[in-house]
């Protein structure tokens, strides 16, 4: 499906699946300072075998940019707010 829209954009797919965009998503939010359980909550993940690494991949990223540069582009970019997305996945589930 993933490929289908990034086509259909004009937009080259360069292998990406909606596996990367929860990747990195994870990635983000923990470079936002979530915890894993926040994240693993949040995004539905059935497991911490596999978010467990992404999450830390994304810790250390922002620790090296926090020493390097003194910030990370993330927060200029999408800072994850948990306590917003919490409060749709409740409503969601109301809905339905």
């Not at 999450?55 to 922002?62: A, T």
């Not at 940019?65 to 970019?77: L, T, V």
């Amino acid at each position: 499906m993933i490929k289908k829209l990034f086509k259909k954009a004009g937009l080259a797919h360069n292998g990406y699946t909606s596996h990367s965009f929860r990747r990195t998503g994870a990635h983000w939010a923990a470079r936002c300072g979530l915890d894993i359980m926040e994240i693993k909550d949040i995004g539905r993940w059935e497991s911490l075998l596999h978010l467990g690494r992404y999450v830390s991949e994304g810790k250390q990223y922002h620790e090296r940019r926090m020493k390097e540069n003194g910030d990370d582009p993330i927060d200029e970019f999408w800072v994850f707010n948990k306590l917003t997305q919490l409060t749709t996945m409740e409503s969601m589930k109301e809905s339905q």
